[in-house]
């Protein structure tokens, strides 16, 4: 029905870059909030930074000036620039996006997630 396709984790040194993506595809009919949430090993998922259909963004107290979310509506895709990253940073990060669907019957947003993408700041 709805599919997340995530890419751009990997391995990196600590004060390096790295750029992630999440494409959503399928029966859509509208995407209201897309964010993205990471989950290191022995914690809980969290969010990391979240944007609005409008620009709107809200970013984790941890990644506030390092990190900057933005979306391109035509394309139903999600973008997290990571700058500036540390060990701390090392988790599996999740695309998040609120979807309604054409199948729908009901017009309100079901969340849907991406498989997870590794992302690795090596000290």
């Known amino acids: 029905q709805v599919q997340l396709v995530e890419s751009g984790g990997g391995l990196v040194q600590a004060g390096g870059s790295l750029r992630l993506s999440c494409a959503a595809s399928?029966?859509?009919?509208?995407?209201?909030?897309m964010g993205w949430y990471r989950q290191a090993p022995g914690k809980q998922r969290e969010l990391v930074a979240r944007?609005?259909?409008?620009?709107?963004?809200n970013y984790a107290d941890s990644v506030k000036g390092r990190f900057t979310i933005s979306r391109d509506n035509a394309k139903n895709t999600v973008y997290l620039q990571m700058n500036s990253l540390k060990p701390e940073d090392t988790a599996v990060y999740y695309c998040?996006?609120?979807?309604?669907?054409?199948?729908?019957?009901?017009?309100?947003?079901?969340?849907?997630w991406g498989q997870g993408t590794q992302v690795t700041v090596s000290s």
């Open positions: 998040n996006a609120d979807i309604i669907t054409t199948a729908q019957t009901m017009g309100v947003g079901i969340g849907y």
């Open positions: 399928g029966s859509i009919f509208s995407i209201n909030v």
């Open positions: 944007i609005s259909s409008g620009g709107s963004t």
